[in-house]
């Protein structure tokens, strides 16, 4: 094989590759801008409620083998998707119970709108969910058993006669992340719930008066937030092997992709996603595993400096 076969190879497979992963990423990007783009916080939490899917999907599968009956393909998949209500129970008592104390109306008028607060509570969360997931979990690496992972549908092209290798797991939950956006897409756009959600976004005073229950549309968004991010976490233990702490590598990638977006923006926060897919993949073709959140971080910096206010903006309807 030549150079010209290997690098166009490379190119090819970095390129499905950095598609497949950009969508799974895109769909927690948009649980991290729903909450945003409703509730106004800047959630540090939201990569734990990622790996909290994970091992949801885990136990569902594995751990106590409730799903194993399904075998090792439907199996891992259903628990993915299982992992959202789950983890959605607990964004709903999260809000209920501490992150309302910080946010919403009761923080009308405060010098700081209660950002300050929201910081310090949701970083708190994020340590508590570390720490606890260490001593429950433990510090073992991860994974949901499933052939899928270690296989791949290989397709021929016509260019040098290059092979394009497309993992099965990453496929199929690179498809059910984009079912499951478009689906809250969906539910955001035509729904009475939606419009709710809007309208306690755009002007939480105003949909007070025309009898919208802010403090449950919060509730809701906070919930559906970290659902839609637990279902993007069960999919990503499909094919990769993660401990209590992955969530610290994983909202880094979180934040980039809803910026990069627009923020605020649920459409823009896919697409930010899948651009930090394809970033990240295609760093990989020149760069160490170490330096590729670097390399996401320059594309970042390039962009903003092109259009700051993100792919989207702020002109962008948002969610």
Not at 153 to 165: A, K, N, Q, R
Not at 224 to 237: N, Q, R
Request: proline share 3%; aromatic share 10%; glycine share 14%.
């Amino acid at each position: 094989m030549s150079d010209a076969q290997i690098l166009i190879e490379n190119f090819l497979n970095a390129l499905t590759a950095g598609i497949l992963v950009g969508c799974i990423y895109g769909l927690m990007c948009v649980g991290l801008g729903l909450i945003f783009g409703v509730m106004r916080v800047v959630n540090f939490a939201q990569g734990d409620f990622l790996m909290l899917g994970m091992y949801t999907a885990y136990y569902l599968v594995t751990g106590w083998g409730l799903l194993a009956f399904l075998g090792p393909y439907a199996g891992p998949l259903l628990a993915a998707i299982l992992a959202g209500p789950v983890v959605f129970a607990g964004g709903l008592l999260l809000h209920r119970f501490l992150i309302s104390r910080v946010s919403g109306l009761r923080t009308t008028g405060s010098l700081d709108e209660g950002h300050f607060g929201q910081l310090i509570v949701t970083l708190g969360v994020s340590l508590v969910l570390q720490n606890g997931g260490l001593i429950v979990f433990g510090s073992t690496p991860r994974t949901v058993n499933t052939p899928m992972s270690s296989s791949a549908w290989v397709l021929e092209t016509h260019i040098f006669d290059s092979l394009v290798f497309l993992n099965k797991a990453r496929l199929i939950s690179s498809l059910l992340a984009i079912i499951a956006a478009i689906a809250l897409y969906f539910v955001l756009e035509r729904t009475r719930l939606g419009r709710s959600l809007r309208a306690a976004a755009d002007n939480p005073t105003a949909a007070t008066y025309v009898g919208v229950d802010v403090d449950r549309a919060h509730r809701i968004a906070f919930g559906l937030g970290s659902g839609v991010t637990a279902v993007a976490g069960g999919l990503i233990a499909t094919f990769l092997s993660y401990s209590p702490f992955v969530g610290l590598d994983f909202v880094i990638i979180m934040y980039a992709g809803v910026v990069l977006g627009g923020m605020g923006s649920i459409l823009g926060a896919f697409w930010g996603g899948l651009t930090v897919g394809f970033v990240q993949q295609f760093s990989g073709l020149v760069l160490p595993p170490q330096l590729q959140n670097a390399a996401i971080f320059v594309v970042f910096l390039l962009i903003l400096l092109l259009r700051p206010q993100g792919f989207f903006g702020r002109s962008a309807e948002r969610a």
